[in-house]
């Protein structure tokens, strides 16, 4: 894993990135991480991007940081608090993708909250509710001992202001937060911290974690603040010297990764025909757009004017992405990471890997090019229609929305002997298209429920990947749009330092400016493609029918 700085002009445009390594410990459903060498690699890639494009600390007028919903555990004196099994105080952060809670989120679930109707319903174990429940009944000492409970991208703007304002972002979706609770106060162009009025008293108590309400929630956030707002008095001077940049240099609040994705592709539309330059289509044609930032997973982003509670999807969150709207959030957790399992398990693997660097390829663009190879070989109206025999349910890490089960797993029907290369190529293609599949539900759930999406827009890693576009726009129908820059989430967290700098007088009118248009991936218009995936779309839907009922029977068996 790595992390990556990105610099921005004033038009938006990229200019230049570095990154460095990261470590992470996988072990089952526990996935860790540790802030100090996060922190460290961050110092190193924005010194490299630095040195790299002769930028001077003056170059740099505001900071955003996003990061993954992660969480992070420190001790009184901002020390790394264990998070781990093994007690090295080193790993002391449950990474988003960790699902060590699953007993906890279902017992959390099971009070049937009126707070849940804010997260479709039910909590996910990647929310931080149920983490910290987990901590609590199983690492007591480290419960006892930590002193803050910070979502990561909060942790990082603390760590370079020393100020404790959370975001709205983080807090909302992963954390509960009732952020409209501020909705008749302010404006977020008033752009001042807010005393934590959000917090559910009576859903801490009924979960066990009574002691936060306590402590004046003083351990996961008393202040919380918009996307964007200026931080503290700017940066430190410890975290200034650390990151080669000036003192008191402003510092936004931060957003998700996914979110800050969101904000940086979510304008990324060409204009009407004679609109001005730089201006907005309105937040009605906004509210029509789905955001997918599809990278390890895929978070599927909406906003609206009014709130839609929408079963299994999480939301609606007020002011989570965009300030002043409502976010409704779906997603996939398991997309690159799949792709990646898929590929890596075959045994075909090794050998294609290198062929494809012997001829400077990825392995990704090495299939895209045997699947072509091979349509053209069958002599195949469409591409797609190579994976007839075989179907594939992507829920390798469960199902996120809008099924909201945890409990999912992949299915792949139509597994042979073969383990060729052009094997493993079919076996990509059905599982990119069951991802796109899954889209199709989440936004026929999505619109059934009251949202009118009709046009994609798509970034993260797998957004450079042609197949997987074309298939999304295929499969689901709609044209799916791709900004200008191919940094999305770098961009999005280059909004909020550009608000937070002044700028821009809120987040919405840094998009506008800065947001751009690029390719325009259009569905296929052949009735023969339609039809195929037609069908292909109902078989999907049955693989997790079946499981369901294979459950039921097996569950009855052992009673």
């Not at 007690?87 to 906890?104: F, S, T, Y």
């Not at 597994?415 to 076996?427: K, N």
Request: with cysteine; glycine share 8%; hydrophobic share 40%.
């Amino acid at each position: 894993m790595i992390v990556p700085a990105g610099v921005f002009d004033g038009e938006g445009k990229l200019v230049g990135t570095a990154n460095s390594p990261i470590q992470i410990w996988k072990d089952g459903k526990f996935v860790e991480q540790s802030s100090t060498d996060i922190w460290l690699a961050i110092c190193t890639a924005v010194k490299s991007v630095c040195a790299k494009y002769r930028l001077n600390d003056y170059d740099i007028c505001g900071i955003g940081f996003s990061a993954t919903c992660s969480l992070v555990a420190i001790g009184t004196d901002d020390s790394p608090v264990s998070v781990s099994k093994t007690g090295d105080a080193r790993r002391n952060v449950i990474v988003w993708m960790d699902h060590r809670a699953e007993e906890q989120a279902e017992r959390i679930n099971a009070s049937k909250s009126p707070v849940l109707q804010f997260a479709g319903g039910s909590l996910s174990p990647e929310h931080q509710a149920p983490k910290l429940l987990w901590v609590k009944e199983n690492l007591e000492e480290s419960w006892a001992i930590a002193f803050r409970w910070m979502d990561l991208s909060d942790w990082l703007t603390f760590r370079a202001t020393g100020d404790d304002t959370r975001s709205l972002c983080t807090t909302v979706c992963k954390w509960t937060y009732l952020g409209h609770a501020h909705l008749e106060q302010m404006s977020s162009k008033d752009s001042v911290a807010m005393k934590a009025s959000g917090w559910d008293d009576l859903f801490w108590q009924e979960i066990g974690l009574g002691d936060l309400v306590e402590s004046g929630y003083s351990t996961i956030g008393r202040n919380v603040a918009f996307p964007g707002h200026p931080l503290g008095l700017g940066l430190s001077h410890l975290a200034a010297q650390e990151l080669g940049l000036k003192e008191g240099t402003p510092v936004a609040t931060s957003l998700i990764d996914a979110h800050a994705g969101g904000i940086g592709t979510l304008e990324s539309i060409p204009r009407s025909p004679g609109a001005v330059s730089g201006a907005s289509d309105g937040t009605d044609a906004l509210c029509q757009r789905m955001v997918l930032v599809c990278g390890t997973s895929t978070c599927h982003m909406v906003v609206s004017h009014e709130r839609h509670f929408i079963p299994g999807v999480w939301g609606p969150f007020w002011s989570a992405m965009v300030p002043e709207l409502w976010l409704t959030e779906g997603g996939q957790s398991a997309t690159g990471a799949l792709l990646d399992h898929i590929v890596e398990t075959h045994p075909a693997a090794p050998a294609l890997a290198n062929r494809a660097a012997h001829q400077k390829l990825s392995i990704y663009d090495a299939l895209n090019g045997i699947l072509e190879d091979l349509a053209a070989e069958k002599n195949l109206p469409f591409q797609s229609a190579l994976t007839k025999d075989i179907h594939v349910l992507p829920d390798f890490n469960g199902n996120r929305s809008p099924l909201a089960d945890p409990k999912s797993r992949g299915v792949v029907s139509g597994l042979s002997l073969d383990a060729s290369p052009e094997d493993l190529a079919l076996l990509y293609l059905a599982t990119v298209q069951s991802i796109a599949y899954g889209t199709k539900h989440l936004v026929e759930h999505c619109n059934a429920h009251g949202l009118k999406i009709d046009t994609l827009l798509a970034c993260g890693g797998l957004s450079k990947n042609k197949l997987y576009i074309q298939e999304h726009a295929n499969i689901v129908g709609f044209p799916v749009g791709l900004p200008r820059e191919n940094e999305a989430v770098l961009l999005g967290a280059a909004v909020l330092g550009a608000v937070a700098a002044k700028k821009y007088s809120s987040v919405r009118d840094a998009m506008v400016a800065l947001n751009a248009p690029g390719l325009v991936v259009e569905p296929s218009q052949d009735e023969r493609v339609k039809k195929y995936h037609n069908a292909k779309y109902e078989i999907f839907r049955s693989l997790y029918e079946q499981q369901v009922s294979y459950r039921k029977t097996m569950a009855e068996a052992l009673t």
